[in-house]
């Protein structure tokens, strides 16, 4: 049995210099994560027998990739982000933590700073009267034992009708369809926005290049985004997935999950629109957010993942 080039000790001990294992300097949690990824790296060039050409069309994707400013988009795609939140899920469960509205992942279009306001807030800017199908979301924020949690920040974001989401989208208003609303005495909030649309990847950017690949679609149900806190509750990150939308199952970001699927119904009564005092056909949506108690006070925090416009 021959041993393969990349497990030689001259080789190991080579990617160890290159990790700069033997200097004092650097950080030493970067050096351990680098050197991992040198020694998978060789292992992977060395057991697929990776052509010259295949390496450098890897490095001209990666170049592409941060070029078009698709690296969390490609995560999301190749399930990774899905990923850690199954390893957060295994580790709560290790640790006797259960109860609650399941996470789901982030994805990379948050954007910090939405106008904050009490109980109730309307989402959109008008700009889609009379194409938007106007949507009434709303729901409480509840402890494990069914109690609601006053003050809690309910903190969404969604996509329009053409399944943008405005600061990426430069033709939207600022923090258009996304608000942060303060829940009531009885851990309430509610939202006047609009049934917003699925969308996918761009047809010609990196992440559906290797999607394309992998004979996969880009597509995601349409969905609203939420970040919610409260003091003394676990931060949650998730999502509510359309019940009408044919990716319900089918997503390519593998964010649908159980527990969080949102049924939204129609109403094309005059009188009903009249008495919410919109034109014609509208939707409404509610959902029951429910928070675990923090064991930390870190724990209470979303991650420090770098966003826009974070202060
Ligand atoms: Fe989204």
């Given at each position: 049995m021959t041993t393969r080039i990349s497990h030689q000790p001259e080789i190991q001990q080579f990617f160890r210099q290159a990790a700069g294992l033997d200097n004092a300097g650097g950080n030493p949690r970067n050096k351990e994560i680098v050197l991992r990824i040198l020694k998978e790296t060789a292992r992977i060039i060395e057991d697929l027998q990776i052509t010259d050409d295949e390496f450098w069309a890897g490095v001209s994707y990666l170049n592409r990739l941060g070029g078009s400013n698709e690296a969390g988009l490609l995560v999301a795609g190749l399930g990774v982000e899905h990923f850690i939140d199954l390893l957060a899920d295994a580790r709560d469960e290790a640790s006797g933590v259960s109860g609650g509205t399941p996470r789901t992942i982030e994805g990379p279009l948050y954007v910090a700073g939405a106008p904050l306001s009490e109980g109730e807030a309307r989402m959109d800017d008008g700009s889609e009267d009379g194409v938007a199908t106007v949507m009434f979301l709303e729901g409480r924020v509840l402890d494990l034992q069914g109690n609601p949690i006053a003050g809690a920040t309910v903190d969404l974001w969604q996509a329009d009708t053409k399944g943008n989401y405005s600061y990426f989208d430069k033709s939207q208003s600022d923090f258009n369809l996304r608000r942060r609303i303060l829940t009531d005495a009885e851990g309430r909030y509610r939202a006047r926005s609009i049934v917003p649309s699925g969308y996918g990847c761009d047809p010609a950017g990196p992440t559906q290049a290797c999607l394309d690949q992998l004979g996969r679609h880009g597509q995601r149900p349409a969905h609203v985004h939420f970040f919610i806190s409260a003091p003394g509750f676990e931060h949650l990150t998730t999502q509510i997935n359309l019940s009408n939308d044919d990716h319900l199952w089918d997503d390519f970001a593998y964010?649908?999950?159980?527990?969080?699927?949102g049924e939204i119904r129609f109403t094309e009564d005059p009188a009903q629109s009249a008495k919410r005092n919109v034109e014609g056909r509208f939707a409404e949506m509610s959902f029951d957010f429910q928070l675990r108690p923090a064991r930390s006070e870190q724990a209470t925090q979303r991650s420090q993942r770098p966003r826009a416009l974070q202060a």
């Open positions: 964010a649908t999950r159980d527990g969080l699927i």
